[in-house]
Nanobody, 125 residues
Framework: QVQLVESGGGLVQAGDSLNLSCAAS????????MGWFRQAPGLEREFVAAINWRGGIPSYADSVKGRFTISRDNAKNTVYLQMNSLKSEDTAVYYCAADESWWRVGTKTDEYKYWGQGTQVTVSS
């Protein structure tokens, strides 16, 4: 089992930045690809960004390309999501997730086995 805990969310104004963190604990001796997803009220959970265990070329949703950056520190069992130039439409609960297929840069929720509880990001316009 792997436990994931997100932090760093909050209330910001449009144009501001936030840096989300996701700390993994438990069976972290395995290698996992990591992803960030988000879910706004009344909408389905959607892909934001993903990075494989080796930190190779990440994948981003078109809506966040050029504004968000995913990174990871395997020594700290932590993955980050740096969010710049935030917009009101970025308002959502942000979840990190772990995929046991370490090479994969998954964009679908069913590719991920472990999920955090989420952290709220609210962007006021």
């Amino acid at each position: 089992q792997v436990q994931l805990v997100e932090s760093g969310g909050g209330l910001v104004q449009a144009g501001d930045s936030l840096n989300l963190s996701c700390a993994a604990s438990g069976r972290t001796s395995n290698t996992y690809s990591m992803g960030w997803f988000r879910q706004a009220p009344g909408l389905e959970r959607e892909f934001v960004a993903a990075i494989n265990w080796r930190g190779g070329i990440p994948s981003y949703a078109d809506s966040v390309k050029g504004r968000f950056t995913i990174s990871r520190d395997n020594a700290k069992n932590t993955v980050y999501l740096q969010m710049n130039s935030l917009k009101s439409e970025d308002t959502a609960v942000y979840y990190c997730a772990a995929d046991e297929s370490w090479w994969r840069v998954g964009t679908k929720t069913d590719e991920y086995k472990y999920w955090g509880q989420g952290t709220q990001v609210t962007v006021s316009s």
